[in-house]
């Protein structure tokens, strides 16, 4: 069974400073996809990355960048410069490579506060 | 252009009454899922169409029914509904992968709210 972990409930920084959101995942696939979603205030899911199993490239976009780390079975984001905008709840998804089942298992979230 | 719409965005209703929740995607994926996320946030995949077809059910109770009635569309009926359906209902969609798994892209959510 699949299962992601991410531990940190809530986090609170001052804007500009960097931040790191943790997510640690569980699967007996060797073959897997990570996503990371973002939901802000107004409640919508925003997707923000998708990265398989082959691919360990960390990847940046922007303030954004993530961390992805087969040894660790870690997939973590940071945010670099936090803007006041990035407050939002955060997660992680994992999605095993079983054809036509492709269900996203999330985690619990991390709720990010970005103070002014 | 709204890629995944859901039309009521807030429902309130008593309990026992039979209640019906409609998602349209424009984006030509051949998936769609239904996804439940409780008053803690925690999101939990509940059916999943794959061109009109049914493939995934996560023991939900049977009065909760989807149907598709083309592959744009995925709507959720729920009979006698009770105090703990409450939560809000998000529709999302995807492409079909035959050697890959494809990001969702979901709509906005419907708040369900049971009194």
């Known amino acids: 069974a699949q299962k992601v972990t991410q531990a940190q409930t809530e986090i609170s920084v001052v804007e500009k400073e960097d931040v790191t959101l943790d997510c640690v995942y569980e699967t007996r696939d060797t073959t897997y996809y990570l996503f990371w979603y973002k939901q802000p205030p107004s409640g919508e899911l925003v997707f923000l990355i998708r990265r398989n199993s082959f691919d360990e490239q960390n990847e940046i976009s922007g303030r954004y960048s993530w961390n992805f780390q087969k040894s660790t079975s870690s997939f973590n984001f940071t945010i670099t410069a936090s803007q006041v905008v990035d407050s939002a709840v955060y997660f992680c998804a994992l999605s095993e490579d079983t054809f036509g089942n492709e269900k996203l298992t999330f985690g619990t979230g991390t709720r990010l506060t970005i103070i002014p | 252009d709204t890629a995944v719409s859901q039309t009521p965005k807030y429902l309130v209703t008593q309990m026992g009454n039979d209640k019906s929740i409609k998602c349209e995607q424009n984006?030509?994926?051949?998936?769609m899922y239904w996804y439940k996320q409780d008053s803690k946030k925690f999101l939990k995949i509940m059916f999943s169409y794959n061109n009109k077809e049914l493939i995934i059910n996560e023991t939900v109770p049977n009065r909760f029914s989807p149907k598709s009635p083309d592959k744009a569309h995925l709507n959720l009926h729920i009979n006698s509904l009770e105090l703990g359906d409450s939560a809000v209902y998000f529709c999302?969609?995807?492409?079909?992968?035959?050697?890959?798994?494809?990001?969702?892209?979901f709509g906005p959510g419907t708040r369900l709210t049971v009194t």
């Open positions: 999302a969609s995807s492409r079909q992968g035959l050697t890959s798994t494809y990001e969702q892209y």
């Open positions: 984006l030509g994926h051949d998936t």
